[in-house]
């Protein structure tokens, strides 16, 4: 029994560690990652509309000519705040591949509202091309893949800086405080000032990451309110039933003489 124990606790140890260290990798040991104030955080969280649409702005400017969001369509895009002409005329700007026609050939015409956002590539290999071999990733659940992947993707996004005099960069690379290692093939995207808000916001690099984050998180999770909403509904009624199961006990049981 002893040696059974001692194995048990011997596999559970191991388990541990190999858990332990399988988190540390995905979360980019070694990163330095800078905790944000996000207003859909904790149990009352909620997605700013206005963030959501400047953040989508930078979206367009920036990062969708390498990444795409293969699980949005443009019709989503109603939850930010949108109208359908404005998704319309989102939509139309960009076209999609369709068929076959009665020829039996596909052919290319303007998204409408039902269609998915685009990829900019065609495929990986296209891609990875493209972009020196490094295949950039899909945005539509990247904050959901990521550990911690709001704070995660702020910090990638703001921690572009000079490497130490005694590191050398090889070719192709950039030095990056929050990545694992420090070196990243993707150049910094953000510069200040590079994306204007017709509402004026601050354009800083903080203030652009923090926006297109919050827009990336709602693509990860566009139901995270109605969701947030529903769990405390369901809380409010469990424990209002609670205290009516408690009320209907004491009086059903209240003639009851003590043996």
Not at 57 to 71: K, M
Not at 91 to 100: F, I, L, M, Q, W
Not at 193 to 218: K, N
């Amino acid at each position: 029994m002893r040696k059974l124990n001692t194995l048990s606790l011997g596999l559970s140890l191991w388990l541990g560690m190999i858990m332990a260290t399988g988190s540390a990798l995905a979360a980019g040991a070694g990163g330095k990652i800078t905790e944000h104030d996000w207003s859909f955080s904790g149990p009352f969280g909620y997605f700013d509309q206005a963030s959501l649409q400047r953040g989508f702005q930078v979206y367009r400017e920036v990062c969708s000519g390498c990444h795409g969001l293969e699980f949005i369509s443009f019709r989503n895009f109603a939850e930010l705040g949108y109208n359908e002409d404005e998704i319309k005329a989102i939509a139309a700007e960009y076209e999609v591949v369709d068929g076959p026609n009665d020829e039996g050939e596909m052919f290319e015409r303007a998204a409408i509202p039902a269609d998915r956002y685009p990829s900019p590539f065609p495929n990986e290999n296209a891609a990875r091309a493209a972009n020196g071999g490094a295949y950039p990733p899909d945005l539509s659940l990247i904050v959901k893949a990521r550990p911690n992947g709001a704070n995660y993707i702020y910090s990638l996004l703001t921690s572009y800086t000079d490497a130490p005099s005694e590191m050398d960069v090889p070719e192709g690379m950039h030095y990056n405080e929050a990545y694992a290692g420090q070196m990243i093939a993707m150049a910094a995207p953000l510069y200040g000032e590079d994306v204007d808000y017709a509402d004026g916001s601050d354009t800083s690099i903080e203030a652009h990451a923090a926006d297109v984050v919050s827009f990336l998180a709602w693509a990860s999770e566009p139901e995270m309110e109605k969701r947030k909403r529903t769990g405390l509904a369901v809380l409010i009624f469990l424990s209002v039933m609670c205290v009516v199961s408690y009320k209907a006990k004491q009086y059903i049981w209240s003639d009851v003489k003590k043996a």
